[in-house]
C-alpha cells in the first residue's frame, strides 16, 4: 500500500514562499511519478506538478511555471515542491499524490495573504 505523508504549508504574504514535502512510502519499485494537486473552496482540482523518480522529469501548471519548483530526494523517497513568489490564487489545500495511481497523502493548508 502507498502512503504519502505531506508536511509544510502555512500562512504566507503574497511575494513570500513555502516549501512542501512529501515522504512516500510502499511503492513496488523505483518507478513512479510523484508530485501535487490543489483545491480551493468552489474551484475543481488542479494538478501542479509532478516528477518522474527514473529521470527526474518535471510537470509544471501554467499557472505556476517559473514560480515552482519540484524536486526529489529519491534516497529519501521524498519529493520536495519549493513555491516562491506566491500569489493570493496559489491559496489552496495542496495535496501530495501519485500522479499516476489513485494514492494521497492528507492535504496540507496554504494561504496566500495580499
Known amino acids: 500500500e502507498v502512503q504519502l505523508q505531506a508536511s509544510g504549508g502555512g500562512l504566507v504574504q503574497a511575494g513570500g514562499s513555502l516549501r512542501l514535502s512529501c515522504a512516500a512510502s510502499?511503492?513496488?519499485?523505483?518507478?513512479?511519478?510523484l508530485g501535487w494537486f490543489r483545491q480551493a473552496p468552489g474551484k475543481e482540482r488542479e494538478g501542479v506538478s509532478c516528477?518522474?523518480?527514473?529521470?527526474?522529469?518535471?510537470y509544471y501548471a501554467e499557472s505556476v511555471k517559473g514560480r515552482f519548483t519540484i524536486s526529489s530526494d529519491n534516497a529519501k523517497n521524498t519529493v520536495y515542491l519549493q513555491m516562491n513568489s506566491l500569489k493570493p490564487e496559489d491559496t489552496a489545500v495542496y495535496y501530495c499524490?501519485?500522479?499516476?495511481?489513485?494514492?494521497r497523502g492528507q492535504g496540507t493548508q496554504v494561504t496566500v495573504s495580499s
Open positions: 510502499g511503492f513496488t519499485d523505483d518507478d513512479y511519478v
Open positions: 499524490a501519485d500522479c499516476l495511481g489513485d494514492s
Open positions: 516528477i518522474s523518480s527514473v529521470d527526474g522529469s518535471p
